[in-house]
DNA sequence: CCGATTGTACGACATCTGTCGAAGTTCGAC
DNA sequence: GTCGAACTTCGACAGATGTCGTACAATCGG
């Protein structure tokens, strides 16, 4: 590896987000799914200890179009995965948005 | 007409909307273009004066998939039809979610 | 009544998207 | 070194979706 190895998977910027990918992103029932999980673990979440009622690359697949959408930030840690909300920059950038996504009625 | 005649278009009661349906609506470029010449207006907008890259029958597709999710309301005045956006509904049901959207950077 | 204006309905079509299974990769433990 | 655990990648595929053009419907003004 390099000295420069980079534990963080590539993400955008904030000046790179686009509100209508963020929404696109959420407006998925397994998506919103593993928002909603990610919000009430601020730590980070492994990839795989969330329930979904999909398999493995399905779960993959969705975890990346939230990444590349800027809603989340993804980090290698050993063989895990680990997960977070960016809600910094969601609130920066579109505040409120993510607490009255939170806040639907389930 | 019948003396129970509707003005109003159909569209889903606050109970009925689900908030993945709403942020799938508002996650086209497109319908979010709506949404915002309709932000603008809360007097309601006649469907044909918003500036928009589509034919006539793709904003009436557009414009269906926001009603039906529940994002606008539609009346008919003359041969017009009237949209406006169901601020109300949405502000109670996801408080801060529309203001997010809209102060997104353009 | 006629025509112009507005918008809807329908069918077609290319593309996007969510889903899966199988195979490959990376890391930690023994 | 070998095995298992945790994810990713790839290819495939069915269904959803955005787009258009044409045809149809309703309303208002002369």
Redesign the interface.
């Known amino acids: 590896m390099s000295t420069a190895d980079q534990a963080i998977l590539q993400q955008p910027t904030r000046e790179e987000m686009r ?11 397994v998506r ?1 799914m593993i928002v909603q999980a990610l919000a009430a673990a601020p730590e980070g979440v492994a990839c795989g200890v969330i329930p979904l009622p999909v398999t493995k690359s399905t779960r993959t697949h969705h975890l990346r179009t939230l990444r590349e959408a800027g809603v989340i930030s993804m980090r290698t840690e050993g063989t895990r995965r680990m997960s977070t909300l960016r809600r910094d920059d969601l609130d920066a ?9 939170l ?3 389930r």
Chains 1, 2 share one sequence.
């Open positions: 509100v209508e990918q963020v929404l696109h992103a959420l407006g998925d029932p919103l950038l579109y505040p409120g948005l993510l607490d009255g996504v806040a639907a009625p």
